[in-house]
């Protein structure tokens, strides 16, 4: 078997040759001086993007969100996310290591919490005695609850309860790009309920590394100080921005393909009675499935032997993610292969 159906991660993509070449030619110089063209245009155009004052790129996701929750906080402050959040799950404990502060999780319903549940959670000022309540974190689309939009309506009401309380609002939009072209909501008018926003550029637009962090100018200055603390300043690092920028300007709209082959294989995993999936958390390019006749770590063997890989979704069940590498002709071999271990 010399080639995989890779639907582990929209993370496994390879850059295409133009985007290559893009790299190979793209102007640098050193980040850190803020002398690099190539990422002084990709921040320019990522602000805009965004609808925010201003943008820094940065290494990676977890770094994008850490920076922004050390800006907003101090330690012993707390922030209030959505328990199978990823900052919660996936961030190796960070918040605590690089920020001192705790994390606040509430269970939601498809990777949503509304205001009604949160507003009990909202620690009294007058508490010296509880840590301060300081963020609340959204992420759109939800990583583990299956790759689900959170409505823009919660989102407003979520934004008015924080204002009410004086919190900051922090979006971790790693899949921003997915909500945004499954609902025809600009990621700019996402962004705008938020104070910070993280967005990678290495999940399913394609790039090979990096991520944006946008907000007002005050919050990047602050943002480009924590960045270097926290060991993420780079040097001629336009090379990697240009994939970046390409992936931007070129891979956004077409996510909407990624979208429809993810339903197309939820449909044909429903109809298979070896299954149980919930069709109405596929609304971007996450599948979550549970195998109802082997384990977890049957279905990912027996699946990895006939070439298709898939991971581990929540406990219990497998993921399966499309993406730009992701052809018609290997959603095909998925579906004969799942009815082949399957069956
Ligand atoms: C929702 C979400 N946020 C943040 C990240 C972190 O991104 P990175 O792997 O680039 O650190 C991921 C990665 O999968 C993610 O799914």
């Known amino acids: 078997m010399n080639k995989f159906i890779d639907l582990r991660s929209d993370t496994v993509t390879k850059p295409s040759p133009e985007m290559r070449k893009t790299m190979a030619e793209a102007e640098v110089g050193d980040d ?28 990676s996701g977890v770094m994008g969100n850490q920076i922004c929750l050390n800006v907003h906080t101090q330690p012993t402050d707390e922030v209030i996310c959505e328990s199978d959040s990823h900052i919660f799950n996936y961030e190796s404990g960070s918040p605590a290591a690089l920020s001192g502060i705790q994390l606040l999780p509430i269970n939601g319903k498809q990777g949503v919490i509304t205001p009604e549940q949160v507003e009990p959670f909202i620690r009294p000022k007058s508490a010296y005695y509880m840590p301060r309540t300081k963020v609340i974190e959204v992420e759109n689309t939800h990583n583990r609850a299956g790759g689900t939009i959170h409505p823009i309506e919660n989102i407003i009401v979520l934004e008015k309860l924080a204002d009410k309380y004086g919190l900051k609002k922090h979006l971790d939009g790693a899949r921003i790009w997915n909500a945004s072209v499954a609902t025809n909501i600009s990621v700019a008018e996402y962004a705008s309920h938020f104070d910070s926003i993280s967005c990678c550029l290495s999940k399913g637009l394609g790039a090979p590394v990096g991520s944006i962090i946008a907000g007002d100018k005050d919050f990047i200055t602050e943002a480009y100080r924590v960045r270097k603390s926290f060991g993420g300043g780079m040097r001629q690092v336009g090379i990697i921005a240009a994939a970046g920028l390409y992936a931007l300007e070129n891979n956004r709209e077409r996510l909407i393909e990624d979208h429809e082959k993810a339903k197309m294989l939820a449909n044909v995993i429903d109809k298979n009675p070896n ?50 590498d992701v052809s018609d002709e290997d959603v095909k071999e998925t579906i004969r292969i799942l009815k082949e271990v399957f069956e």
Not at 285 to 311: H, M, Q, R, Y
């Open 275 to 324: 299954f149980k999936i919930d069709l109405s958390a596929v609304q971007t390019n996450i599948l979550i499935f549970e195998p109802l006749t082997l384990s977890v770590d049957e279905a990912l063997e027996k699946c990895k032997e006939k070439g298709l890989l898939l991971s581990v979704g929540r406990v219990g069940s497998l993921r399966a993610i499309t993406h730009l």
């Open 32 to 59: 850190v001086f803020k002398e690099d063209p190539t990422v002084n245009k990709l921040e320019k155009f990522a602000a805009e993007l965004l609808g925010k004052e201003a943008a820094l790129y940065v290494p």
